[in-house]
T-cell receptor
Framework: AQKITQTQPGMFVQEKEAVTLDCTYD???????LFWYKQPSSGEMIFLIY??????QNATEGRYSLNFQKARKSANLVISASQLGDSAMYFC?????????????FGKGTKLTVNP | GAVVSQHPSRVICKSGTSVKIECRSL??????MFWYRQFPKQSLMLMAT?????????EQGVEKDKFLINHASLTLSTLTVTSAHPEDSSFYIC?????????????FGPGTRLTVL
C-alpha cells in the first residue's frame, strides 16, 4: 500500500495566485515527519518545508506553508503568490524508521505549471 | 551549510562498461548516505543505504553486484554501476544525512544523469 499519496499528477495556477498541492500519508508510528521538495527540470531536489508529527503549529517558510491535519493524515502544501519560477515537480515525503535506520518515502509527485 | 556534491553530473557510456558516481558531503560529516534512482516522470526510489566503513543495505529488488556502493569516509560514498546496460539509464541522486532537528536529516546532491548506449 502506498504510504504517501499525491492525487494530483498535474496542477495549473495563474501567476500571483495561491495553489494547494495535496498529500496524504499512512503510518502507524507516533513520531514521524513530513517534507515537501521541489524538483525543477535540472533535477536537483530542493527542500521546501518540514512538519514534525508533534509540531503543534503548521510549518511556514516564506511563501510556503504546510496545512497539517493529523487526524486526516494530510499534509498539503500551500504556495502563495505563485511565480513563474515555481513551475516544477513537487514531491511529498515522509520520514520513517525501518530496521533501525531512518528513510524517506516519496509520493509520485505533482507537476505544477504556473501560467503568466 | 549542508552541501552535497555529485560527480559527474552527466555521463554517457557504452553498454558493458562500468561507471562510478561520487557523492560528497562538503561541509559536514554524514552519518549515513543514501542512493536513489529516478526514471523519467517518476518518483525517487531508494536503492541503498550506506554507513561509513560498513556494507551497504540494499532495498529489495536492487542487485548488489550490479550497483556497488563503497562508503570510504564520513564525507564520501561512491556508486559503481557495473556492466551497464541501456536499462540502467536513469537519474541517480545521492543524499547525506546528519543529526538535525532531532533526527537524521537528509541533504540531496544535484544528481547524475546516466545514459548507456
Amino acid at each position: 500500500a502506498q504510504k504517501i499519496t499525491q492525487t494530483q499528477p498535474g496542477m495549473f495556477v495563474q501567476e500571483k495566485e495561491a495553489v494547494t498541492l495535496d498529500c496524504t500519508y499512512d503510518t502507524s508510528d507516533q513520531s514521524y515527519g513530513l517534507f515537501w521538495y521541489k524538483q525543477p527540470s535540472s533535477g536537483e531536489m530542493i527542500f521546501l518545508i518540514y512538519q514534525g508529527s508533534y509540531d503543534e503549529q503548521n510549518a511556514t517558510e516564506g511563501r510556503y506553508s504546510l496545512n497539517f491535519q493529523k487526524a486526516r493524515k494530510s499534509a498539503n502544501l500551500v504556495i502563495s503568490a505563485s511565480q513563474l519560477g515555481d513551475s516544477a515537480m513537487y514531491f511529498c515525503a515522509m520520514r520513517e524508521e525501518q530496521g533501525g535506520s531512518e528513510k524517506l518515502v516519496f509520493g509520485k509527485g505533482t507537476k505544477l505549471t504556473v501560467n503568466p | 551549510g549542508a552541501v552535497v556534491s555529485q560527480h559527474p553530473s552527466r555521463v554517457i557510456c557504452k553498454s558493458g562498461t562500468s561507471v562510478k558516481i561520487e557523492c560528497r558531503s562538503l561541509d559536514f560529516q554524514a552519518t549515513t548516505m543514501f542512493w536513489y534512482r529516478q526514471f523519467p516522470k517518476q518518483s525517487l526510489m531508494l536503492m541503498a543505504t550506506s554507513n561509513e566503513g560498513s556494507k551497504a543495505t540494499y532495498e529489495q529488488g536492487v542487485e548488489k553486484d550490479k550497483f556497488l556502493i563503497n562508503h570510504a569516509s564520513l564525507t564520501l560514498s561512491t556508486l559503481t554501476v557495473t556492466s551497464a546496460h541501456p536499462e540502467d539509464s536513469s537519474f541517480y541522486i545521492c543524499s547525506a544525512s546528519f543529526l538535525r532537528r532531532g533526527f537524521n536529516e537528509q541533504f540531496f546532491g544535484p544528481g547524475t544523469r546516466l545514459t548507456v548506449l
